[in-house]
T-cell receptor
Framework: RKEVEQDPGPFNVPEGATVAFNCTYS??????FFWYRQDCRKEPKLLMS???SGNEDGRFTAQLNRASQYISLLIRDSKLSDSATYLC????????????FGAGTTVTVRA | DTGVSQDPRHKITKRGQNVTFRCDPI?????LYWYRQTLGQGPEFLTY????????KSRLLSDRFSAERPKGSFSTLEIQRTEQGDSAMYLC?????????FGPGTRLTVL
């Protein structure tokens, strides 16, 4: 079983729509959780960290469910510029900050 | 530009040749990571340095791969006797704490 699993999508949504997707992780002892964004042929960039209490950054909301070992990302009022691959990322051990990445969920926002 | 830089950005080589990539992290970052990413997958951890010490190596890193960070600043990743399966994007990241900043990557093509 992969350490981090995501629905690859693609999610094709119109501008202004809300899109949400999850990922699951296998290690219940995982310490830190993130969503990274990766544009085509570019490097990953941190979108947001995910906290146990859930957190929001503008149109983006992230939730963590430790009991079920899943993380979610919700994008409200989608913009064309939100088209990207969203990588679910887990740090299994706070001592080394080594990251385990999911394969990514592709989102395409159409006009 | 004070971000993570990688050189070269692209490398095409013939099977059996040796290649070396360089990563220059953000200057005050003490941790440096190497990842490998293939099409349709998320980055996979290869190895990690804290200052000049290499603290962990993935099982993905065969004995043909070696990484160094001699003065705790830049790092090199060498692949000896390249194979077609080594074709991938090699990403370097650096961090001071939880957030990792990625370089643009070196895309390796082994013919």
């Amino acid at each position: 079983r992969k350490e981090v699993e995501q629905d690859p999508g693609p999610f094709n949504v119109p501008e202004g729509a809300t899109v949400a997707f999850n990922c699951t992780y296998s290690n219940s002892a995982s310490q830190s959780f993130f969503w990274y964004r990766q544009d085509c042929r570019k490097e990953p960039k941190l979108l947001m960290s995910v906290y146990s209490s859930g957190n929001e950054d503008g149109r983006f909301t992230a939730q963590l469910n430790r009991a079920s070992q899943y993380i979610s990302l919700l994008i409200r009022d989608s913009k064309l510029s939100d088209s990207a691959t969203y990588l679910c990322v887990v740090n299994m051990n706070s001592n080394d900050y080594k990251l385990s990445f999911g394969a990514g969920t592709t989102v395409t926002v159409r006009a | 530009d004070t971000g993570v830089s990688q050189d070269p950005r692209h490398k095409i080589t013939k099977r059996g040749q040796n290649v070396t990539f360089r990563c220059d992290p953000i200057s005050e970052h003490n941790r440096l990571y190497w990842y490998r990413q293939t099409l349709g997958q998320g980055p996979e951890f290869l190895t990690y340095f804290q200052n000049e010490a290499q603290l962990e190596k993935s099982r993905l890193l065969s004995d043909r791969f070696s990484a160094e960070r001699p003065k705790g600043s830049f790092s090199t990743l060498e692949i000896q006797r390249t194979e077609q399966g080594d074709s991938a994007m090699y990403l370097c990241a650096s961090s001071l704490d939880n957030e990792q900043f990625f370089g643009p990557g070196t895309r390796l093509t082994v013919l």
